[in-house]
């Protein structure tokens, strides 16, 4: 095989590994500079990014206050993690892992990090999107974790070796590809039996998963719905058009949001109105 490695006896972190994220990308944890954090002025605080775990919350914190929740009012700040803004000493004390997204709960104190806890915990602090009987809560769970654990492999797995790598190799994308294609077959097995995941109730574990692998089956994902065959997974493709006709999950998407169609950019979100008067293109149509 050609360009074989071998790996040395230890390791050592010498040059940049290459691709998109390689300077952001080191073996220890920690902060490497000193920076306060934002802070608005509603109960949740979010540093985030519109990646799709970044969306999870949001597309949660926007059904929460289309039901009326207004204690699940909230500031959104952007975390640029091509700058390294996830290595500050402001946001590594919140999250020690430097990942979005990351909040804090005014009103409690606490601090929240990793995508599905923060999911579990605004859904049980205001009582909505997971089910009240004890097997249909169970089940919604069993997809939720399905996804905190299957995602990896899409994005830090077919992503990465897709689109990001510097240099294609078949080996990875033939790997991944073919775990990618049997996590949406999975889901397309499933959505032939209920509505949702796990029943016909829609819970925190679709909006988990619709970020990831919604926007996959949708074709929006890594420029990769041809190669990815996405239109033949009918199941799928019915359950992230109808999540994406949801207002709240329009809304959800575009919050943090730093690429992509101006008009789909909301950089930071503290207001209600910030979707109507502050997307970029409104922001950039009113800059000398």
Not at 13 to 19: M, N, T
Not at 39 to 53: C, K, R, V
Not at 228 to 244: C, F, T
Request: proline fraction near 5%; hydrophobic fraction near 35%.
């Amino acid at each position: 095989m050609s360009n074989s490695y071998t790996p040395p006896k230890v390791w050592t972190w010498g040059a940049e590994s290459g691709g998109e994220w390689a300077k952001i990308n080191r073996p220890i944890a920690g902060a490497t500079h000193d920076a306060v954090l934002r802070s608005g002025e509603h109960p949740l605080q979010l540093y985030s990014l519109g990646t799709p775990n970044g969306q999870k919350v949001t597309i949660l914190l926007e059904e929460l206050l289309a039901l009326g929740e207004t204690g699940a009012e909230y500031d959104a700040h952007l975390i640029n993690i091509n700058e390294g803004d996830q290595f500050s000493s402001g946001f590594v004390a919140i999250n020690p892992n430097s990942k979005i997204p990351a909040l804090v709960d005014t009103g409690t104190g606490s601090r929240v990090f990793e995508s599905g806890a923060i999911l579990l915990y605004l859904a049980q602090k205001y009582g909505h999107f997971l089910p009240k009987d004890d097997s249909k809560r169970t089940e919604a769970m069993n997809w939720l974790f399905w996804l905190q654990g299957s995602a990896p492999y899409l994005g830090g797995g077919f992503g990465h070796f897709y689109a990001y790598a510097p240099e294609k190799l078949e080996y990875p994308i033939d790997r991944f590809t073919m775990e990618t294609k049997r996590q949406m077959d999975v889901l397309d097995r499933e959505l032939a039996e209920h509505r949702f995941l796990g029943g016909d109730e829609y819970t925190i574990a679709d909006m988990a998963t619709w970020p990831w692998y919604g926007n996959l089956v949708l074709g929006e994902g890594y420029g990769a719905g041809e190669f990815l065959q996405v239109e033949s997974y009918k199941n799928l493709r019915r359950w992230a058009e109808e999540i994406l006709d949801r207002p709240a999950v329009q809304r959800g998407r575009i919050v943090n949001r730093a690429w992509g169609p101006l008009e789909e950019q909301l950089h930071e979100r503290h207001d209600a109105s910030d979707f109507e008067l502050r997307t970029q293109d409104k922001i950039e149509a009113d800059t000398p």
